[in-house]
């Protein structure tokens, strides 16, 4: 069905077509200042970083030299040729390896367990609205920003000196980590809960400590749990490089690997430590998707 | 009589409230727990299977945490040496210093290097995630080959720490904090690929029919269709992620990838605990500032909605 489209007299359509033309340029001109001042910034950080365009794109090749040359054999029988044709002699190490990615995942597991149950007893002091004195809850909620804002290879590092090398400093150190970002998460889902059982636990004579235990650590449970989880799965990436300083796990195999030049075991405890992280996740989520399961359910 | 009416910010309300009604109910149900308790076995009692459950599971948890401090060599005698020692540290490292001028100047360059790294880093990975974030989405690209094998490549870039990929490119393009820039790069090439593909896969399918009923091509209905709808949430993560990556990259100078990771591994190891406290009170100040700004930008730019990360 055709129809015509009424056009209107060209007096009203000028005005309400400048109308449109000004507010389009508004938008244009915000949108183009704000790209202008983040190239600024850009052009100043990257003064400041020494980036080095020129030598980045003389050295581009050397990238895909770099990979082509891990995944390949620089010595032994097989010298010259892709790890592939060998994996037995590729994967030479792989009963060391894997129990060192087996620490490393213990140091992960300590790690977040630790700093958990610390977060767990941290959370209800620095959750607003459980009425514990203001000072206390600052008081907490400020340790707990230093813990998370401190790396914790920085914690690690000062670990190492004060308790020697080995695993130890690792996992005290990703414990405190954890404590932090945990503590923060566990808090904010704490300030989140109804607070119809906390009353009723409350006017039941329940102290304290009981009204947390029975009024607000069933309604929080799983989320802790799938947050704690989630925690794992980052800190087990954390502990993959707590060994370049010292701290126990693959990396100081790994580091040895890189510095030292033997190419191939790079790509071999690369490879390794790739599997195991995506192991985990996939373990994880599925754990994490049960409990979001049951939460809903309850 | 006065009416009280509750805002949002006065949390401490009703435990006030309830701590006045404890005090006549408390003594009360104290008092009658024998016959509550009668009245209502099934409450008291709880479910034997779910603590049968609950008690088993926190038995695993115990039972692994004891087998991992076993392997790993944990003794008390070491800790208790050792928190020892780092209150010997703490009592040193006060008050704060660079010792001269010139080191303190060299720190904060050093810390304009770091926050340059996350900056430059987080925006590269940003630029060549983008069109890969189109390639993982479901919803652009119907290829399901494809599609898979764009989400298996992006996890396994994030599956190797930023530290690991700092010393690979310090293999490629040498020492300095060029090489920090492309490690941060790296491992967010993989997070915002896998965000960035999600935020495709949940937009609105009306704009795109529009465009495309009034003849648009599919290049203009990515443009007119799409893009709208994801720039604020994309710009919203990527300033998420300026902020959490001038965390990361205070440390990549460890292993010699650029900023003031360097200084402050090179403090701790030879022990120049007033350097070390100057040091972290300095990416503590700088880390606060940066949440200030991209937080402010990004309730400009999406208001107060919560990003998912």
């Known amino acids: 069905m055709p129809t015509t489209l009424p056009r209107l007299p060209e007096e009203r359509l000028r005005p309400l077509a400048a109308a449109h033309a000004a507010a389009v340029r508004e938008v244009r001109v915000k949108t183009l200042a704000s790209f202008a001042v983040l190239a600024v910034v850009v052009v100043v950080a990257a003064w400041f970083a020494e980036v080095d365009i020129v030598k980045m794109a003389s050295r581009i090749g050397t990238v895909g030299d770099y990979v082509g040359r891990i995944f390949t054999f620089d010595s032994g029988a097989h010298v010259g040729r892709p790890v592939i044709v060998a994996p037995g002699e590729w994967m030479w190490g792989l009963s060391h390896w894997a129990r060192l990615i087996g620490d490393t995942l213990l140091i992960a597991y300590a790690g977040t367990l630790l700093g958990a149950v610390a977060a767990f007893f941290l959370s209800f002091m620095a959750a607003r609205n459980l009425g514990r004195h203001p000072m206390v809850r600052v008081g907490v909620k400020r340790l707990l920003e230093f813990c998370r804002t401190v790396p914790e290879l920085v914690f690690a590092l000062i670990f190492v000196i004060a308790f020697g090398l080995g695993p130890m400093p690792g996992v005290l150190a990703l414990a405190i980590h954890t404590t932090g970002a945990l503590g923060k998460l566990f808090s904010e889902v704490v300030e989140n809960v109804d607070m119809k059982p906390i009353e009723g636990t409350t006017a039941t004579g329940g102290s304290w400590w009981q009204t947390v235990r029975f009024a607000v650590v069933p309604q929080v449970a799983s989320n802790f749990a799938s947050y704690a989880l989630l925690r794992f799965e980052i800190n087990v990436r954390g502990a993959s490089v707590m060994g370049f300083v010292g701290a126990g796990g693959i990396g100081q195999d790994l580091i040895e690997a890189i510095r030292k030049f033997y190419y191939a075991d790079v790509s071999a405890i690369l490879v390794l430590i790739i599997l195991t992280v995506m192991a985990i996740d996939l373990a994880t989520e599925r754990l994490r998707h049960h409990l979001i399961a049951t939460e809903a359910r309850a | ?309």
């Not at chain 2, 790993?72 to 210093?97: K, Y």
């Not at chain 2, 443009?223 to 709208?228: A, D, K, M, N, S």
């Open chain 2, 1 to 309: 009589m006065s009416v009280v009416i509750r805002t949002s910010g006065d949390l401490d309300g009703p435990m006030s409230d309830t701590r006045r009604i404890r005090g006549a109910l408390g003594p009360m149900a104290r008092e009658n727990r024998a016959a509550l308790e009668k009245r209502h076995p099934a409450i008291f009692a709880g479910s034997r299977l779910g603590r049968a459950a609950t008690t088993a599971i926190f038995a695993g948890l115990l039972g692994l945490l004891v087998f991992a401090l076993w392997r790993l060599e944990f003794s008390f005698a070491r800790i208790g040496a050792g928190i020892g020692q780092l209150l010997h540290f703490l009592t040193l490292m006060v008050p704060p210093s660079a010792g001269t001028w010139a080191r303190f100047w060299l720190f904060l360059h050093s810390l304009g290097e770091t926050v340059a790294i996350a900056l430059l880093g987080t925006l590269a990975a940003a630029v060549l995630a983008f069109p890969l974030g189109f390639l993982a989405a479901k919803n652009v690209v119907a290829q399901r080959v494809l599609h898979f094998f764009a989400r298996r490549f992006l996890d396994t870039i994030r599956g190797v720490d930023t530290l690991i990929w700092a010393l690979i490119w310090i293999n490629v393009v040498g020492l300095g904090p060029f090489a920090g820039i492309l490690a941060i790069m790296s491992s967010d090439f993989g997070a915002f690929g896998k965000l960035f593909s999600e935020a495709i896969e949940a937009v609105d399918r009306k704009p795109i029919e529009g465009v495309a009923s009034t003849g648009g091509s599919r290049l203009a209905e990515i443009r007119f269709g799409i893009l709208p709808q994801i720039l604020p949430v994309i710009a919203g993560q990527v300033l998420y992620y300026i902020e959490s990556n001038t965390r990361s990259a205070t440390i990549i100078g460890i292993v010699g990838a650029g900023g003031i990771g360097m200084f402050l591994s090179e403090a701790i190891r030879t022990l120049e605990w007033q350097q070390v406290s100057l040091l972290v009170a300095m990416i503590l100040v700088a880390v606060a500032v940066i949440d200030q700004i991209s937080s402010r930008i990004r309730f400009a730019i999406i208001g107060e909605r919560r990003i998912e990360t």
